[in-house]
T-cell receptor, first 111, second 110 residues
Framework: SQTIHQWPATLVQPVGSPLSLECTVE??????LYWYRQAAGRGLQLLFY??????ISSEVPQNLSASRPQDRQFILSSKKLLLSDSGFYLC??????????FGSGTRLTVV | GDSVTQMEGPVTLSEEAFLTINCTYT??????LFWYVQYPGEGLQLLLK?????DKGSNKGFEATYRKETTSFHLEKGSVQVSDSAVYFC?????????FGGGTRLMVKP
């Protein structure tokens, strides 16, 4: 069966520090991968999606970047965090856009 | 562009009340439609989906019908429980993109 792992579950980082959130998928090949952010009291915003290794599409220009070094690995990064980067980050995968499975999320607090 | 609009919350109901959460979508292409639920402190779980016009998705007593004529996918439940308290997200998928509405917080009081 397919599973998705996302870590860490919670993270507190100072302003200006770097960020690396990792997401891995098991049990499937060549999935579409996604990073979403949910800011406090707000809806879900699509940040990045990837249809293959090294292929990244950015939906919202901002302080974050994404990479896909392996087929089932999707990484969200920042060189210098801002206070406004605080939020709940969700990774998701899908096959042919039919169904989406989400990870358990990472709650990031920038202080 | 593609978008989803859902009613703003919070929606506060008493246990056993009838629930409707409205959702409308832009009609570009032939999207699949979804409802996801987010329980406190957790990620998103798929609640139900519909892939074509007139399809009805259902799960755990929740239902939603894909209405092409009104571009809507309203979520309904006949009798809510306290355990249904969560944030509900309506989503549309076209191609590789899943776009969500802003979410609706439901609070059910005993």
């Amino acid at each position: 069966s397919q599973t998705i792992h996302q870590w860490p579950a919670t993270l507190v980082q100072p302003v200006g520090s770097p960020l690396s959130l990792e997401c891995t998928v098991e049990g499937t090949s060549n999935p579409n991968l996604y990073w979403y952010r949910q800011a406090a009291g707000r809806g879900l915003q699509l940040l990045f999606y990837s249809v293959g290794i090294g292929q990244i599409s950015s939906e919202v220009p901002q302080n974050l970047s994404a990479s896909r070094p392996q087929d089932r690995q999707f990484i969200l990064s920042s060189k210098k965090l801002l206070l406004s980067d605080s939020g709940f980050y969700l990774c998701a995968w899908s096959i042919e856009g039919y169904g989406y499975t989400f990870g358990s999320g990472t709650r990031l607090t920038v202080v | 562009g593609d978008s989803v609009t859902q009613m703003e919350g919070p929606v506060t109901l008493s246990e056993e009340a009838f629930l409707t959460i409205n959702c409308t979508y832009t009609a570009t292409g032939y999207p699949s439609l979804f409802w996801y639920v987010q329980y406190p402190g957790e990620g998103l779980q798929l609640l139900l989906k519909a892939t074509k016009a007139d399809d009805k998705g259902s799960n755990k007593g929740f239902e939603a019908t894909y209405r092409k004529e009104t571009t809507s996918f309203h979520l309904e439940k006949g009798s809510v429980q306290v355990s249904d308290s969560a944030v509900y997200f309506c989503g549309r998928n076209a191609g590789n993109m899943l776009t969500f509405g802003g979410g609706t917080r439901l609070m059910v009081k005993p």
